[in-house]
C-alpha cells in the first residue's frame, strides 16, 4: 500500500464549523456465529471488535495483557442475545464500559471516546475493467460497496456518510472531480454537510499482466486510489487487491488509524495529576453552567470539572485532567457549540477561552 503526507493551507475547508458526532455502540458488538462457534468463542470475538472500536488500534490484540484478559471475555459481559439476521445467527452483546477502559489504561493503550470526527467519502465506482462506465455512490445508493464501508467504518466507531448527490451536489461536484481526486470542488460542495474530514476515492478493475505473459493470463486486481483531508492536511495512497473487500478494509482502516492517532487518549500520558483553567463566554444563567459543565465533564480527556467563578455572562472552570491540553483541543474542535475566541487575525487566544454557542 502507498501513502503519502501533504501538508497545506485549505482555505476552503472550514473545521470550526464541524459537527462531529456521538458515536453509538462502541461498547457493543455483533458476531456471525459459524458452524464450530460457541458462546465463549463469540464472547472472545466481541471483545475483540470493542477493543479495536475503543482504543481505535489493530494492534491492540497483541498486547500480552489483553490477550491474557480475552481468555475471560464473559467477565467483561454486561448482556447478550441472539438473533437472525439476514437468514444468519447473530450474537449481539453489550460489554461493560468501565471494565473495558480500565484494561485498556493498564495496558498502557489510548482510548478515543464518543465524540468522533465526522467523514464524508467521495467515492466513484468503475465496475468493470473493460469499460468507463463510472458513477458516484450516494447515501441512497443500493451498493455492495457502500454496504460495505458502512459496515467497516462501523466496526472501527466511525462516523462516516456518503453525499446525498442531489441537484445541489452534482451542480457543483462531477463524476470526473472525484475521479480526479481534485480537492477543491470537493471541499467546497461538502460544506453543507459540515464535515471534519473527507476521503476522495476511486475504486476500479485493472488487468494486471506480467511482462510476456498472454493476455489470457493476467490477472484482475481492484484498486482504490484516495485523498484524506484532515484539517490542514492530507493523506493519500492506492491500495489494490484481488478481493473488492479487502481494499475497501484498508482504505477505511487507513483512516481510522489516523483519526484515532490524533484524538484518541495516550493512556501513557493520561496520568490524572494536573489542572487546567478553561473560560466560557455567555454563561448566561445557572442551567447554562450546568449544561456547560456536563459538556466538559463527558469528554474522554476529563476527569472532573469544578466551577472557579463567575464574572458576568464569563464562567471559568477548572478542569482535572486525563489526557493533555492538546487532546482536550482536539476534541473540542470537534463541537461547534464550544468555540474558541481568537484575535484580530483570526488566531486562538493564548488562554483557553471559549463561547458556548449551543
Do not use: C
Not at 490477472?219 to 482504490?224: A, E
Not at 485532567?321 to 463541537?335: A, P, S, V
Request: charged share 20%.
Amino acid at each position: 500500500m502507498y501513502v503519502k503526507w501533504v501538508v497545506f493551507a485549505l482555505s476552503l475547508f472550514v473545521s470550526s464549523a464541524a459537527m462531529a458526532g456521538d458515536v453509538t455502540a462502541l461498547y457493543d458488538a455483533k458476531v456471525e456465529m459459524g458452524n464450530t462457534t460457541d458462546q465463549d468463542d463469540a464472547a472472545k470475538q466481541g471483545l475483540q471488535q470493542v477493543l479495536i472500536k475503543v482504543s481505535g488500534n489493530r494492534d491492540v490484540l497483541s498486547q500480552p495483557l489483553i490477550r491474557q484478559n480475552l481468555a475471560n471475555a464473559t467477565d467483561f459481559l454486561l448482556s447478550y442475545q441472539f438473533n437472525i439476521e439476514q437468514q444468519k445467527r447473530i450474537y449481539n452483546a453489550s460489554y461493560d464500559q468501565q471494565k473495558v477502559d480500565k484494561l485498556l489504561r493498564n495496558a498502557n493503550l489510548p482510548i478515543w471516546g464518543k465524540t468522533r470526527p465526522a467523514t464524508l467519502l467521495w467515492l466513484v465506482e468503475q465496475p468493470d475493467e473493460t469499460s468507463f462506465n463510472r458513477a458516484l455512490i450516494s447515501e441512497q445508493s443500493q451498493s455492495h460497496i457502500k454496504d460495505k464501508v458502512l459496515q467497516v467504518a462501523a466496526e472501527r466507531g466511525l462516523d462516516m456518510s456518503f453525499p446525498l448527490l442531489d441537484l445541489d451536489d452534482l451542480m457543483n461536484v462531477s463524476v470526473y472531480d472525484v475521479w480526479g481526486r481534485f480537492a477543491a470542488p470537493v471541499i467546497q460542495a461538502s460544506q453543507r454537510y459540515n464535515t471534519d474530514s473527507l476521503i476522495i476515492g476511486r475504486i476500479y478493475q485493472y488487468k494486471q499482466q506480467a511482462e510476456g505473459l498472454d493476455d489470457s493470463l493476467a490477472q484482475i486486481k481492484w484498486r482504490l486510489d484516495w485523498r484524506f483531508i484532515l484539517g490542514d492536511s492530507q493523506f493519500q495512497g492506492n491500495v489494490e487487491d484481488i478481493e473488492q473487500d479487502a481494499v475497501i478494509q484498508q482504505v477505511i482502516d487507513t483512516v481510522a488509524d489516523q483519526l484515532a492517532s490524533r484524538y484518541a487518549i495516550d493512556a501513557q500520558s493520561s496520568a490524572v495529576s494536573q489542572w487546567i483553567e478553561l473560560t466560557v463566554n455567555n454563561i448566561s444563567g445557572l442551567e447554562v453552567y450546568e449544561n456547560v459543565r456536563r459538556f466538559l465533564n463527558q469528554l474522554t480527556a476529563v476527569a472532573d470539572v469544578t466551577l472557579s467563578h463567575i464574572n458576568g455572562r464569563k464562567g471559568t472552570y477548572k478542569l482535572r485532567m486525563i489526557g493533555t491540553e492538546q487532546d482536550l483541543i482536539n476534541t473540542l474542535k470537534l463541537d461547534s457549540r464550544m468555540q474558541r475566541v481568537v484575535d484580530q487575525f483570526g488566531q486562538p487566544v493564548a488562554e483557553l477561552e471559549f463561547v458556548w454557542a449551543p
